[in-house]
C-alpha cells in the first residue's frame, strides 16, 4: 500500500496555496486572481457541505464595496437587503438607530454568508482556476524555508503542492494554525457562559430591520434571509441541547423577549434549520510565521453580536491580497512583514466592539444581586438617548473604514 501511495503522486507548483474555502479564502483567491497571481485552494470538506453552512448575514459596507469592486456582486445587489438601521429593544420598549444618517451614508446588507460562497464558488469555478473539494491527511512543510510545500490526498492519490506562500484560512480547528510550532503564538481568550439558539424559519420577518433584544429571559435577536424568511436567535444556557428544544418552546421564548404590547407580533412558520451556537472571543499573534499566513478564523474569533467575523475575515485578506500584489509586481517584503500589526489593530478594535454588544445585550447566570443588570441598562439607555454613543455605535456596526 505503501509503494502504490508513492507511486501515484503528483507534484506542482503555485505562487499561493489558500487552506479552505471559505469567505477568507475564496475572496483572497478572487484578490489573487485581480492581480494575475496564481493560487490553488485546497478544502477538506465536499462542496455541498461548503455551500450549505449556515453562519452570519450581516455584510458591512466595506464588504458589499469589494464584492461589487471584483464583479462578484452581481446576486448580491439583486437578493441582498440594504439595511440603513436597526432596533435596540429593552424595558419594553424599540428604538432605531439610524446609522445611515449618523455614519454619513453608510448601510449593512443582509445576504447570507452560504450566499456569498456559493457565488465565490461559482465565479472560481468559472475561471477555471483551482478549487480541490475533499482534500485529507494535509501536511504543510517549509513555513520557514525558501519554499513550502504541502502534502495531501485528493481523489484517491497523494499530491504534493510546493507554493511560494501558504494562506491558512481553514477555520478555528484547521490544520494551519497548528502547524506553528509551538511557542510562537501568544493566544487571549474569554469563553463566554451562554450560547445562542438560532433558526431559521418560512415566516416573514415582523420588522424591516435587525432587533437586538435586550430582556429578562435573555437576549433575542430578529433578523432574516429574505423577505419571506426569517433568521432569530434566543440565549439558551450552556449545557443545552438542541433536542431540548421544541418548535412551541422556540416559539414561546421568541415571543417572550421580542413582541410589545403595543406592536406587531413576530411571525411564526415552519423551522427548518436549527443550531445551538457556543462562542467566544480568540485571537494569536502574530498571524504569521515564515511563509504561512493566517486569517479569518484561523486567527481570531469574535462573537456573533457584533455581526464581525466574516467581515473581519475578508478584512484580512484584503490586507494579505495587496501585500503579496506588492511582492510579485513591485517585488517588495514590507507589506507581507507588516501584515500580522496592520490586521491586528482591526482584530482588537473587532474584538473590542463584539464583547461590548455581548456584554451590553446578554443576561449573565452570575448572581450579583442586580449591578450587572442596572449598569446595562444604563448603558442602553445612554446610547439610544446620546447621539454620540448611537454614533459610536453604528459607525463599527457599519464597519470602520481606518482603525
Not at 461548503?50 to 461589487?68: H, I, K, W
Not at 428604538?95 to 450566499?115: C, K, S
Amino acid at each position: 500500500m505503501e509503494g502504490r501511495t508513492r507511486a501515484a503522486q503528483t507534484t506542482r507548483h503555485t505562487q499561493v496555496a489558500i487552506i479552505g474555502a471559505g469567505p477568507a479564502g475564496l475572496m483572497l483567491a478572487h484578490l489573487l486572481h485581480h492581480h494575475g497571481i496564481e493560487s490553488v485552494i485546497l478544502e477538506h470538506r465536499d462542496r455541498a457541505y461548503v455551500e450549505g453552512r449556515v453562519r452570519a448575514g450581516v455584510l458591512e459596507q466595506g464588504t458589499t464595496n469589494l464584492l461589487n469592486e471584483l464583479g462578484l456582486g452581481e446576486r448580491l445587489r439583486r437578493e441582498g437587503l440594504i439595511h440603513h438601521g436597526f432596533y435596540l429593544q429593552f424595558e419594553g420598549q424599540r428604538h432605531r438607530i439610524d446609522m445611515h444618517e449618523l455614519t454619513g451614508g453608510q448601510a449593512i446588507t443582509v445576504y447570507g454568508q452560504q450566499e456569498v460562497v456559493k457565488d465565490l464558488i461559482a465565479a472560481r469555478l468559472a475561471q477555471g482556476a483551482p478549487l480541490l473539494f475533499e482534500v485529507s491527511d494535509l501536511i504543510l512543510d517549509g513555513l520557514d524555508g525558501e519554499r513550502s510545500r504541502l502534502r495531501f490526498h485528493y481523489g484517491g492519490e497523494l499530491h504534493e503542492l510546493t507554493c511560494d506562500y501558504i494562506a491558512g484560512c481553514d477555520g478555528f480547528h484547521g490544520a494551519s494554525r497548528a502547524a506553528i510550532p509551538a511557542g510562537v503564538l501568544s493566544v487571549y481568550e474569554k469563553i463566554y457562559p451562554f450560547a445562542w439558539l438560532g433558526i431559521l424559519a418560512h415566516a416573514a420577518p415582523a420588522s424591516d430591520e435587525l432587533i437586538y433584544a435586550y430582556h429578562e429571559r435573555g437576549f433575542a435577536l430578529q433578523s432574516m434571509r429574505s423577505p419571506s424568511v426569517s433568521r432569530l436567535y434566543v440565549q439558551c444556557p450552556l449545557e443545552d441541547r438542541i433536542e431540548q428544544w421544541s418548535d412551541d418552546r422556540i416559539w414561546s421564548e421568541l415571543h417572550a423577549r421580542l413582541d410589545l404590547a403595543d406592536g406587531a407580533p413576530i411571525n411564526d412558520g415552519p423551522i427548518f434549520e436549527r443550531a445551538i451556537l457556543s462562542f467566544r472571543s480568540f485571537v494569536v499573534e502574530p498571524m504569521q510565521y515564515g511563509r504561512l499566513f493566517l486569517a479569518g478564523d484561523a486567527a481570531h474569533t469574535v462573537p456573533p453580536t457584533g455581526a464581525k467575523g466574516m467581515n473581519l475575515a475578508i478584512a484580512d485578506v484584503r490586507v494579505l491580497g495587496a501585500a503579496l500584489a506588492a511582492r510579485y509586481h513591485e517585488g517588495r517584503d514590507d507589506l507581507l512583514a507588516a501584515y500580522s500589526a496592520t490586521c491586528l489593530k482591526r482584530v482588537w478594535r473587532a474584538e473590542h466592539f463584539s464583547w461590548y454588544m455581548t456584554s451590553m445585550l446578554h443576561r449573565f447566570p452570575e448572581n450579583d444581586g442586580g449591578f450587572q443588570h442596572h449598569m446595562q441598562l444604563s448603558q442602553l439607555r445612554y446610547t439610544v438617548n446620546s447621539r454620540a454613543a448611537a454614533t459610536s455605535l453604528t459607525e463599527n456596526y457599519a464597519g470602520l473604514a481606518k482603525v
